[in-house]
């Protein structure tokens, strides 16, 4: 079991039936945890990636009636050091 988290942006404001659903997706198997931050607009998802993957739960936020925009990275790569001057 390998689990993975992915994080986007939405824009509007989920409505109450898009809030309802986003529950239900909660019952899909393989995601374990769906938070959605309403000051950032965005929406984690912490999924099983043996069972789904990042298209699958992209499609599940969207037909839940989620605005999505796009997905944020949760973490960025350090630039190298630059080389010592000889």
Do not use: C
């Not at 988290?5 to 824009?11: I, P």
């Not at 043996?50 to 605005?67: E, P």
């Amino acid at each position: 079991m390998t689990q993975l988290d992915v994080l986007y942006r939405y824009g509007a404001p989920p409505t109450e039936a898009a809030t309802l659903a986003l529950g239900k997706v909660r019952e899909v198997y393989g995601v374990r945890r769906l938070v959605v931050n309403e000051a950032e607009k965005t929406v984690r998802v912490e999924y099983d990636a043996s069972r789904l993957n990042q298209s699958v739960i992209h499609q599940l936020l969207r037909r839940a009636g989620l605005d999505t925009l796009e997905p944020v990275a949760l973490f960025t790569t350090p630039e190298p050091a630059p080389a010592p001057a000889a």
